[in-house]
């Protein structure tokens, strides 16, 4: 009788910690997929998402910042294989920032011949606007020389708070 009580307990303790187990990783999951401000993320052509802040006990204006990534202008990167070619090779895109009752349209440049920048004080591809500083990281496909379509393309940003 002892033992059976033993076994139940046991078990019902190892239940417990497996449901809290899988609970956290939900939660975990829930973190790395979703978008927040200070924090590089990917945005589909047409796309829109909110950011929300990494600090949920930050401002809380942050939490109302949409971005849409409204169209490629152009794409003039050459090909990689004849980058040794080129000069001026680079893409632009539009980007639409709306926080609260403020809307601000932005367009963003990438060099070419390049897989990805980063955010530095020293790079043309990045915008300041309504408090935020927006980098234009990556833009994918990179061109091989066969037309993209615009539907296709994914940037890669990064926008933090001033």
């Known amino acids: 009788m002892f033992?059976?009580?033993k076994?139940?307990?046991?078990?019902?303790?190892?239940?417990?910690?497996l449901t809290a187990l899988v609970g956290c990783a939900k939660e975990e999951s829930k973190l790395i997929n979703a978008n927040h401000l200070d924090m590089p993320f990917y945005l589909k052509a047409n796309e829109v998402i909110s950011l929300?802040?990494?600090n949920p006990g930050n401002n809380s204006s942050d939490?109302?910042?949409s971005i849409r990534f409204k169209k490629v202008i152009h794409d003039r990167r050459c090909p990689k294989a004849s980058c040794y070619l080129c000069?001026?090779?680079e893409a632009q895109i539009?980007?639409?920032l709306t926080e609260q009752n403020k809307q601000s349209s932005i367009y963003l440049t990438i060099l070419g011949c390049h897989d990805e920048y980063e955010c530095n004080d020293n790079l043309y591809y990045r915008k300041d606007t309504l408090g935020?500083?927006?980098?234009?990281?990556?833009l994918d496909p990179y061109p091989t020389g066969v037309p993209v379509d615009s539907t296709n393309y994914t940037a890669k940003l990064y926008i933090s708070k001033l």
């Not at 076994?7 to 910690?17: D, E, K, R, Y």
């Open 63 to 65: 939490s109302s910042l």
């Open 7 to 17: 076994i139940v307990l046991l078990s019902a303790i190892i239940v417990f910690i």
């Open 3 to 5: 033992m059976k009580t």
């Open 132 to 138: 935020y500083r927006i980098c234009l990281l990556r």
């Open 87 to 89: 000069y001026g090779s």
């Open 94 to 96: 539009q980007i639409l």
């Open 52 to 54: 929300i802040p990494l």
